[in-house]
Nanobody
Framework: VQLQASGGGLVQAGGSLRLSCAAS????????MGWYRQAPGKQREMVAR???????NYADSVKGRFTISRDNSKNTVYLQVNNLKPEDTAVYYC?????????WGKGTLVTVSS
């Protein structure tokens, strides 16, 4: 299973981006999908997750600003990020659970300038 993330970029504080992550090569249904991020010098942290049926959970730091969604017909998960802050600067990674294995994409860089 391959995951390809896109949509990152340089944005000013208060701006928005829409991240996408498309999964391919899976012969089985994709279960939970999620977005994680890793800032320079910090550990990777969970940002948002969504089950196949659409249940979501978010990190407290992004609640009310980020929205995760998915299109099961396209095996794609999205992350709408609004009201970005400099502390949101990080490489954003997507992952997907297929049967009992979690697959990771290579990440997309989001840089927020103040």
């Amino acid at each position: 299973v391959q995951l390809q993330a896109s949509g990152g970029g340089l944005v000013q504080a208060g701006g928005s981006l829409r991240l996408s992550c498309a999964a391919s090569g899976s012969g089985a249904s994709i279960g939970s999908m999620g977005w994680y991020r890793q800032a320079p010098g910090k550990q990777r942290e969970m940002v948002a997750r969504i089950t196949r049926s659409g249940s979501t959970n978010y990190a407290d730091s992004v609640k009310g600003r980020f929205t995760i969604s998915r299109d099961n017909s396209k095996n794609t998960v999205y992350l709408q990020v609004n009201n970005l802050k400099p502390e949101d600067t990080a490489v954003y990674y997507c992952n997907a659970l297929v049967v009992l294995t979690t697959y990771w994409g290579k990440g997309t860089l989001v840089t927020v300038s103040s």
